[in-house]
């Protein structure tokens, strides 16, 4: 498909995501977010219809996160750490490098 990309989708910005294979490991790694592992559709929706906020500390990192029924447990949100990167292609033109970090699930009430 993509070099070392699983998959890639856009956000409501158009704004291109990719995740990788090493990543969705991590993610849904027994010692991580095993959860997940049922949940990959959730996790592209949540980058391409969730909303987004950028972290405070750190410009170049973006939550998204979206709201769904019948998560794992009480669960009822899905969260996505994005980190908005540049990088140079083959004839050198810097271009987007937007990557998923982690995504977990969690309960709001």
Avoid: C
């Amino acid at each position: 498909m993509f070099s070392g990309k699983k998959w890639m989708v856009s956000d409501s910005y158009g704004n291109s995501i990719y995740l990788t294979q090493e990543r969705w490991e991590h993610i849904v790694e027994k010692s991580n977010h095993p959860e997940m592992l049922e949940y990959e559709q959730q996790l592209k929706e949540t980058i391409s219809k969730g909303q987004r906020k950028q972290d405070s500390l750190n410009p170049q990192k973006f939550l998204y996160y979206k709201n769904f029924k019948n998560l794992f447990e009480d669960n009822n949100q899905i969260v996505v750490f994005v980190l908005f990167r540049y990088k140079k292609d083959s004839k050198g033109y810097i271009i987007s490098n937007n990557y998923i970090l982690t995504a977990y699930q969690k309960e709001i009430r």
